[in-house]
C-alpha cells in the first residue's frame, strides 16, 4: 500500500496563514488514516513560519508577503523538508492544497496580492514534482485515486 504525502491543512489542522485549517471531506481520506497511510505535512510550518503568518504569493523567483517581506528562504526549507519526509516513507504520491504558494498543484496567485490566479506551482509541489513523486490537488481525487489504483 502506497503511503500518500497530504497538506496538514487537507487534513483540518488549523495551519494556513489565518490560522484555519480546510478540511476535504472525502470517504477516502477517512479509509487512508484508519490504514496509516497518509503522512501529514505544512511545509510552512516546516520550514519555519509560525500561524497564523503574513499571505505570501510568489513573485519571479521569490515568495513575497503582503508586507513586502520575503520569505522565500522558509519556504525553500519547507519544500525540501517535504521531499525528505517522501524519500524517508518511499512517498510517491502526494495530495497538495491548491493555489498555495507552497503547495498549489496547478494554480498560484499572481504575486500582486490582488486576488488574481494564474497557472502554476507552489514551492514545495514543484520541488516534489522534479524528483518524481506524482503531485495531486484536492480537486483531482479521481485522478489520484486512477494513479495509485494503476500502480
Ligand atoms: S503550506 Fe500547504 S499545508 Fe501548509 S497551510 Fe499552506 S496549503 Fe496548507
Keep these: 500500500m502506497q503511503k500518500i504525502l497530504v497538506s496538514s491543512c487537507l487534513l483540518g489542522t488549523p495551519v494556513r ?3 484555519t485549517g480546510q478540511k476535504l471531506v472525502h470517504p477516502q481520506i477517512t479509509t487512508w488514516q484508519s490504514q496509516g497511510l497518509i503522512i501529514p ?3 510552512e510550518v516546516a ?7 503574513a499571505p ?6 521569490k515568495v513575497i508577503t503582503n508586507a513586502d517581506e520575503d520569505v522565500t528562504a522558509a519556504f525553500r526549507l519547507g519544500a525540501k523538508k517535504a521531499l525528505q519526509l517522501c524519500m524517508s516513507h518511499n512517498i510517491r504520491f502526494a495530495l497538495l492544497k491548491e493555489s498555495s504558494p ?14 488574481i490566479k494564474v497557472a502554476g506551482m507552489g514551492l514545495t509541489a514543484a520541488l516534489l514534482e522534479r524528483n518524481g513523486i506524482k503531485v ?6 479521481p485522478a489520484l485515486l486512477k494513479a495509485l489504483a494503476s500502480c
Excluded: K
Aim: aromatic content about 8%; hydrophobic content about 20%.
Design 17 to 19: 496563514y489565518d490560522g
Design 41 to 43: 505535512l505544512c511545509p
Design 47 to 53: 520550514g519555519g513560519l509560525s500561524t497564523p503568518r
Design 56 to 61: 505570501a504569493e510568489i513573485r519571479h523567483d
Design 102 to 115: 507552497s503547495c498549489g498543484r496547478n494554480t498560484i496567485y499572481d504575486g500582486s496580492h490582488r486576488g
Design 136 to 141: 495531486f490537488s484536492e480537486v483531482q481525487m
